[in-house]
């Protein structure tokens, strides 16, 4: 027996269209991952810098781009102090629309509320250099204007001044940043990821060298909850919801076949032999 | 976005799903784009961004200690030139020497003794011993020096249940991560382009 794939894709692409055109409002439950997260940031004084790193590629923006915003919601609304930057090119120009987009929103004010780095390459070395100096690895912010012409820079010499790291990352980002940063120089990290690397960080934030995950679509909705925000990730979530359903009923339905199938077979060549 | 930007965005949307169909021109077009666009963005920004600054510059500034990086990126280029690709192998070995010795220790730090140490300190709860157990018979499964017979064989065949869980929630977490994809162009197709939703 076969099916066409085509209607497999059919059947996935309504599950998501029609929960967008008429949302039925599922409920979404907040996890003690996410909820730690948030009790972390809540705990971080206000006025105390947060490093966000931009560790993604553009082709990952509809997951980590509402992880970017719940975090820099919560980090403007509590006046916490953001320096951005990245360490893969395609996250540097993301990076820089959605740190500008989100500081107008809350009526930041750059070079004080919050700055911007840039990207640099060989993620290794801006993060060993960044425990040193991060001004020798950013000698001057995206746009060209020298590290020391910036107010909130001149008060950051390295890790000893950030409060926390952000990882927004789609890849292996978040390793380097626990062996070079968080090991070497005890800065914490934690991890906003695509859902696809949730399971490859559970040991690091097991073992403490991560303090908190918050992972996809799902962990921006949850994120969002606790803000008391309703943006994109709890938008997107009765469609997850329900493409999930569609998918494990269509796996179920794909095995009952295929047993029913095998055991017919099974059958009919007993028969075979007994005859 | 300009609405510009929009309809470029939302027509090469399309047909890159165009392939789910079957292969297509449209498909191939937007494929070739997108690798095009990579490319070129990656050159643009590595020059604006460190080459520029980071070694025209200075050298232009009389920095002469950045003679020794640009000889040695020059080297890795020479190896276009069949004659002398030889030379290649001293920026390489440079860089494999600098990455090694900067990378063994922190992974073994990180990755090994951390995590070894984290396994170890928690066998007071059960989720603990669940961990441990799991360490342990998963690590005896990837032992190849002795045939998997006697009581290595159960052991070893826990090892794979706990990688089968492991496969389990990480295809999970796969399928969970495509369909937000999938959910992020749909929701701009509906709502940046055609704007039948609230963005």
Redesign the interface.
Known sequence: MKLDR?II?MI??LA??VP??FPLGLPVAVTDETRAVYERLERLEQGSVVMLSFDHEA?????V?PLAEAILNHCFRRNIRVVGLALF??G??VGYDILHDLAARHDKQYGHDYAYL????QY?AAI?GMGESIREVF??DYD?TPYDDIPLLREIRNYGDIGLVVSVADGSLP?YW???A???YGQEIIAAL???????YA?YV????ISGVL????GAAEYEILLGRHA?GK??MD??SL??LS?AVMIVIGNVVAFGLRRKNETTEAGGHSS | MSDIGIWITALATLAIYSF??RDNPFYKAAEYLLIGL?VG??LV??VK??LW?GLVLPLLGGDTAKIIPLVLGGLMFIRLVPKLGGWSRIPLAVYVGA?AG??IP??L???VL??M???MS?VTTISGVI?LVGVITTILYFYFSREQKGLLQPVAKIGTYYMMI?FG??FG???????????????FL?GDWLR??AR
């Open positions: 085509r894709f996935v692409a998501v269209v967008l055109l082709s990952s923006l509809p997951e781009r090119a395609e540097a120009a840039g990207y640099r390459p290794t060993l000698p001057t060209d390793t626990v062996e070079y968080q090991a070497r695509t859902a696809v690397m949730v399971t490859a040991p097991d073992a403490g060298q992972g996809g679509l799902k994109a938008r997107g469609a997850q493409a999930h998918i | 789910l169909y990579t963005y990656s920004i590595s961004t460190v600054p990455g900067v990378s922190a992974m730090k990180a990755r951390q995590q140490g984290a396994t928690n961990m492991f929630a990480t977490y796969t399928v969970m991560s495509r369909v937000s994809l999938l959910i992020g162009r749909m929701e509906l039948l939703i």
